[in-house]
């Protein structure tokens, strides 16, 4: 069992930066797929950053502004977020994926206002 713990958000006004964190426990991220979704009020949940075995993907909305990294010590995923855009207010959630196995965590809001 793994089990993933998401921290970090808040309110930001646009142009700032928040930097989100996953906490992994039980089982190391580096066997996993390690995702980055968010889902804003009235939308479908969507990726927005992806990392696997170093391979790194991000959706076109957030290229070049958010950035994933992973600290294999701390057994923790980063998602560094800059120039923060209204439209990026949104809960923002952790995936791991892989061997068979899917887990979330529950969440940590962003909201972007002035």
């Known amino acids: 069992q793994m089990h993933l713990e998401e921290s970090g958000g808040g309110l930001v006004q646009p142009g700032g930066s928040l930097r989100l964190s996953c906490k992994v426990s039980?089982?190391?991220?580096?066997?996993?797929?390690m995702y980055w979704f968010r889902e804003a009020p009235g939308r479908a949940r969507e990726s927005v950053a992806q990392?696997?075995?170093?391979?790194?993907w991000y959706a076109d909305s957030v290229n070049g502004r958010f950035t994933i990294t992973t600290d294999n010590d701390k057994n923790t995923v980063y998602l560094q977020m800059n120039n923060l855009k209204v439209e990026d207010t949104a809960v923002y959630y952790c995936?791991?994926?892989?061997?068979?196995?899917?887990?979330w965590g529950k969440g940590t809001l962003v909201t972007v206002s002035s």
């Open positions: 995936n791991a994926d892989g061997r068979g196995e899917g887990y």
């Open positions: 039980g089982r190391s991220f580096t066997y996993y797929g």
């Open positions: 990392w696997s075995g170093g391979s790194i």
